[in-house]
């Protein structure tokens, strides 16, 4: 069982950066996708960003030119580089993997975006 642990959430101010991390207990460079997903207080589950084993990144419209997703199979970590948050980008971060016919979810990590 693959274990994926969200880590840098916290308290940012509208127009501030955070990085948020997606660690696995083993191995990533079997995902073929894994990604980032996000939950606000009252709303469902939605994607945000997407990135392959081969690099192909994708992002949900609201925060392409602001958000960058990258992996480092040596440290078997995703990562999200958040830049410009608003505070409609509050929300529980959660990272997602899959391969074959497996997919894992992490725990979440609280991003908050207010004065």
């Known amino acids: 069982q693959v274990r994926l642990v969200e880590s840098g959430g916290g308290l940012v101010q509208p127009g501030g950066s955070l990085r948020v991390s997606c660690a696995a207990s083993e191995s990533i460079s079997s995902f073929s996708v894994m990604q980032w997903y996000r939950q606000a207080p009252g709303k469902e589950r939605g994607f945000v960003a997407s990135?392959?084993?081969?690099?192909?990144?994708n992002y949900a419209d609201s925060v392409k030119g602001r958000f960058s997703i990258s992996r480092d199979n040596s440290k078997n970590t995703m990562y999200l580089q958040m830049n410009s948050l608003k505070p409609e980008d509050t929300a529980v971060y959660y990272c997602?993997?899959?391969?074959?016919?497996?997919?894992?979810w992490g725990q979440g990590t609280q991003v908050s975006v207010s004065p």
């Open positions: 997602y993997a899959w391969r074959y016919n497996e997919n894992y």
């Open positions: 990135i392959t084993s081969g690099g192909t990144t």
